[in-house]
Structures are given as C-alpha cells and as structure tokens.
C-alpha cells in the first residue's frame, strides 16, 4: 500500500539509511586497512578463543588513552572480523550512517522539514571529515562520543515533551557523558555544547538540569585524569601546543573546502588565493545566517568552536576530531535555512557541493591506501619469513607515508611475526626490496 502523503518522516528511515550506506559504497568495498592502529588491535585481538581476549582495564584511569568503552569493543570486533576487512568497513559505515540518521531525526524532533533533516544527514555524511571517520577502522571513539552525544540529544528532546523532572534530565545527561567519555576525551565537548545550547534557548530547566548532569561528568573526569592528559609523550600525535590553537581552529574550519587534501594537516598546502577564497566564502556563510539568524549564526561559529576545544590544544590537527564539529555544522545549517533568502540558500548548496566532492576524494584515497595495504602486508610477512635478520624496503616517495604507518609497531599480521625487523632506506642505500606500485615487494 502507497505511504499516505501525511506520514511520519521516520517512516523513511529506513530507505534514507539504505541510501547513505550506498554512497559511501567505495569505503564498504575497500579491501584492506588504512593505518598501523587497527593492524596492531588486529594482532591484539588474534587469539584462540574469547576468552583469551586481553582486556583493557576500566578502572586504570592513569593510562593516557583510557577508553576503556572503545579498546575492548575493538577487540571484539577484531577478533570477529578482522580476517574480513569489507566486514569491518561495512560495520563502520552502518554505525556512520546510523550516527548521519540520529543527526537527522534529531533536527525533525526540533523543527526541520522532513526535506532538510535528510539533506543535512546526507551532507554529513558525504563531508570529508565522516568519510576519514566511517572509512578508517582506527576511529570508533568517534562513532562512539558522538553517537552518545546525539543519543543525549533525543532523550533530552523527549524529557522536555514528556514534562519530565530536571532531576532525571540531569541523569540522563551525566550518563551519556559518562559513556561518551569511555570512548574517548573528545565528549568533554558536550557539556560545554549543552550550557550553550541552554543558553540559546532561554534557559529551559531540563536544559540547566541536563547542563550539570553532564559537566558534574566532565568534572569528575578531569579530577581522575587531567594531570595524565597534560602529560602526553612530546613525540606523539597528542602533544600538547596551546600556541597551535588558532590555527587549528582556523584548519577544521578551512579542510572541507580543501578538495584536495586527504588530511587537515594538508589544508595549509593549498595557494594563498585558495586559502583567502576559502575564507571569504566561510565569513560569507556566517554573515548571510548573521543577517536572517543572529542566534543560529552564533550557535554555528561559538559551537563549532566549543565542540573542537578538547582538540585545539594539541600539536597535531587529526581530521577524527572534526567528526562532532562537522555534525554541529551540518544542523546549525540545516535550522538556518529556512530563514535563509535565495543567494543564501546558493551559498549553502555551493558549499554543500565542494564538501561532498571532498568527501568522495577521501573515500577514494581510502580505498586506494586499502588495497596497497592488502597487498604489501601479505608479501612483508613472505618475505620476513624467508629472510633472515632486518629487512630493508624502499618505497615510493608518493606513498612513503602509507608503507611507514602500515609497518609501524605492527607486532604480527595474521599469526606471521613482523616486529622491529623493518628498516626503510633511501633511494641510495642498499635494498633487499622495492616496494612496487600496487604494494607488492619486488627487487630493488
């Protein structure tokens, strides 16, 4: 029977989820693996049975990565699929979609046309930042924290429907951040993403409630591990830089309207005519929402800023942290169109336009990095097995930094021991191969 005109938006769930599953097809068919993390849980998780699992510890809360919520359901995912990279990968983009559909439902329950909740969970999804997080298995802290933080925003929406007591909107709020903090840090964004969303909103008292059920979290979180969390090794990617915080912040927000760069890091090799383009286009979005929605163009730039903080800090500005930014975008945009008059409605479908187009190169280069990787690490193990002592590889100068990440403290790959016996060498050192285009290892 044909679906009756007036029906339910979330009658379409299901189809639209289908959808975004479908367009992110070049992640889900990719064949391998993108970097050393998930080969290294790979090992981890290559045991004989469950129960030989190596757990990660709840209660150590003195590790630097405590997330405790994260390692272990990567363990068990690992262990169940590792051996099935496309099982993996279709995994992390239905939980990616999932989260793209949570953000879209969010925005119906708040308002939105049915018409633009699905464009904004597409344009989520299709950004370039989801396709590094829904494409990279090293990243379910991500689809973690911020599916809490939308799983958060649906009970918060229904508690203030349902009348019901701030006391229950403050536990309600205190565990979902409580979760989002055992995936991974990054969820100390949400109480501060909740006291401004309480704000713009006039301060409702489910919302204040929700606002200290949440940072009550947060406190409580950063009187266990703040010192740890200041204290990072100085050569990893989480060293601390407080003088890199504005440019950080200006990379985030300048990466997706960089089509061709793979990582933010990347953003800042664009020309100084793209980078100013770039920029005037973003201050010209914010000026068109400022002139029909102040308070939406204010929730956008302070938001955006407030979910990247626990990020801004560090030394190294990795594309998974602009995953919770990314969907704040998205559904500020999405509860500012309809106020938005026709050049800026253009503004925002140009743009919109630009990031997917970034989004399907990111998908690309996934899959591209994945099918070296199912070659090359197959034939190290071969090799490593019939050669005695170090072996020294030579690798394309374009994709260096693919085989060096994929070799990296790798302890093993599928039962074959790899180690510390990889030395890589320069074009005029002594090789015992060369890596080849597709991975392979060839003569030198």
Same mark, same amino acid.
């Not at 990968?89 to 989260?99: E, I, Q, R």
């Not at 973690?144 to 007591?165: F, I, N, P």
């Not at 979910?307 to 560090?314: E, F, H, I, K, V």
């Not at 510390?420 to 050192?429: L, S, T």
């Given at each position: 029977?044909?679906?009756?005109?007036?029906?339910?938006?979330?009658?379409? /769930?299901?189809?639209? #989820?289908?959808?975004? !599953?479908?367009?992110?097809?070049?992640?889900?068919?990719?064949?391998?693996?993108?970097?050393?993390?998930?080969?290294?849980?790979?090992?981890?998780?290559?045991?004989?049975?469950?129960?030989?699992?190596?757990?990660?510890?709840? *209660?150590? !809360?003195?590790?630097?990565?405590?997330?405790?919520?994260?390692?272990?359901?990567?363990?068990?995912?690992?262990?169940?699929?590792?051996?099935?990279?496309?099982?993996?990968?279709?995994?992390?983009?239905?939980?990616?979609?999932?989260?793209?559909?949570?953000?879209?439902?969010?925005?119906?329950?708040?308002?939105?046309?049915?018409?633009?909740?699905?464009?904004?969970?597409?344009?989520? @999804?299709?950004? $370039?930042?989801?396709?590094?997080?829904?494409?990279?298995?090293?990243?379910?802290?991500?689809?973690?924290?911020?599916?809490?933080?939308?799983?958060?925003?649906?009970?918060?929406? *229904?508690?203030?429907?349902?009348? %019901?007591?701030?006391?229950?909107?403050?536990?309600?709020?205190?565990?979902?951040?409580?979760?989002?903090?055992?995936?991974?840090?990054?969820?100390?964004?949400?109480?501060?993403?909740?006291?401004?969303?309480?704000?713009?909103?006039?301060?409702?008292?489910?919302?204040?409630?929700?606002?200290?059920?949440?940072?009550? &979290?947060?406190?409580?979180?950063?009187?266990?591990?703040?010192? *740890?969390?200041?204290?990072?090794?100085?050569?990893?990617?989480?060293?601390?830089?407080?003088?890199?915080? $504005?440019?950080?912040?200006?990379?985030?927000?300048?990466?997706?309207?960089?089509?061709?760069?793979?990582? /933010?890091?990347?953003?800042?090799?664009?020309?100084?005519?793209?980078?100013?383009?770039?920029?005037?286009?973003?201050?010209?979005?914010?000026? /068109?929402?400022?002139?029909?929605?102040?308070?939406?163009?204010?929730?956008?730039?302070?938001?955006?800023?407030?979910?990247?903080?626990?990020?801004?800090?560090?030394?190294?500005? %990795?594309?998974?942290?602009?995953?919770?930014?990314?969907?704040? !975008?998205?559904?500020?945009?999405?509860?500012?169109?309809? &106020?938005?008059?026709?050049?800026?409605?253009?503004?925002?479908?140009?743009?919109?336009?630009?990031? *997917?187009?970034?989004?399907?190169?990111?998908?690309?280069?996934?899959?591209?990095?994945?099918?070296?990787?199912?070659?090359?690490?197959?034939?190290?193990?071969? &090799?490593? @097995?019939?050669?005695?002592?170090?072996?020294?590889?030579?690798?394309?100068?374009?994709?260096?930094?693919?085989?060096?990440?994929?070799?990296?403290?790798?302890?093993?790959?599928?039962? /074959?021991?790899?180690?510390?016996?990889?030395?890589?060498?320069? %074009?005029?050192?002594?090789?015992?191969?060369?890596? @080849?285009?597709?991975?392979? #290892?060839?003569?030198?």
């Amino acid at each position: 029977m044909p679906a009756s005109p007036d029906a339910p938006p979330r009658l379409r /769930a299901l189809p639209l #989820l289908l959808a975004l !599953v479908a367009l992110q097809w070049l992640l889900v068919a990719n064949p391998g693996y993108f970097s050393h993390d998930e080969l290294q849980w790979g090992a981890r998780a290559d045991v004989a049975g469950w129960a030989d699992l190596p757990w990660v510890s709840w *209660t150590d !809360v003195g590790t630097f990565q405590w997330r405790p919520l994260t390692f272990n359901l990567w363990l068990v995912v690992s262990h169940a699929s590792f051996g099935w990279p496309q099982a993996m990968h279709l995994l992390w983009v239905a939980m990616g979609s999932a989260v793209a559909l949570a953000l879209g439902s969010l925005l119906q329950r708040v308002d939105a046309s049915a018409a633009v909740a699905r464009g904004a969970a597409l344009l989520f @999804a299709l950004g $370039p930042y989801a396709a590094y997080v829904h494409g990279w298995v090293g990243t379910l802290a991500d689809l973690l924290w911020v599916g809490a933080a939308l799983a958060l925003a649906h009970a918060l929406v *229904t508690l203030h429907a349902r009348g %019901a007591a701030p006391v229950v909107a403050a536990a309600v709020a205190f565990a979902f951040t409580a979760l989002g903090l055992l995936a991974k840090e990054a969820a100390l964004a949400i109480p501060a993403l909740l006291g401004l969303a309480w704000c713009l909103q006039r301060g409702r008292p489910v919302g204040l409630a929700a606002v200290i059920g949440s940072g009550v &979290a947060a406190v409580l979180y950063l009187a266990l591990r703040f010192d *740890t969390l200041m204290t990072p090794a100085e050569a990893s990617t989480y060293a601390i830089s407080p003088g890199s915080a $504005p440019r950080n912040w200006a990379t985030y927000w300048l990466f997706p309207l960089r089509p061709a760069a793979f990582e /933010a890091t990347g953003t800042w090799l664009a020309s100084a005519k793209h980078l100013v383009l770039a920029s005037v286009l973003l201050l010209a979005l914010v000026a /068109a929402i400022a002139w029909r929605a102040p308070r939406r163009a204010l929730a956008l730039v302070v938001g955006g800023s407030l979910a990247l903080a626990p990020a801004l800090p560090l030394a190294f500005p %990795a594309n998974q942290y602009g995953y919770g930014f990314w969907a704040w !975008v998205v559904a500020c945009l999405a509860l500012a169109w309809p &106020a938005l008059g026709r050049a800026g409605r253009g503004l925002v479908l140009f743009l919109a336009l630009v990031t *997917t187009w970034h989004g399907v190169n990111v998908q690309r280069e996934m899959q591209r990095v994945g099918g070296k990787q199912a070659v090359f690490q197959p034939a190290l193990v071969q &090799a490593l @097995a019939a050669h005695d002592g170090e072996l020294r590889l030579l690798t394309p100068a374009r994709d260096e930094w693919i085989y060096r990440r994929l070799s990296h403290e790798v302890p093993a790959w599928r039962g /074959a021991a790899i180690g510390d016996r990889v030395r890589w060498v320069e %074009a005029d050192e002594a090789a015992d191969y060369r890596v @080849a285009e597709d991975g392979a #290892l060839v003569a030198p």
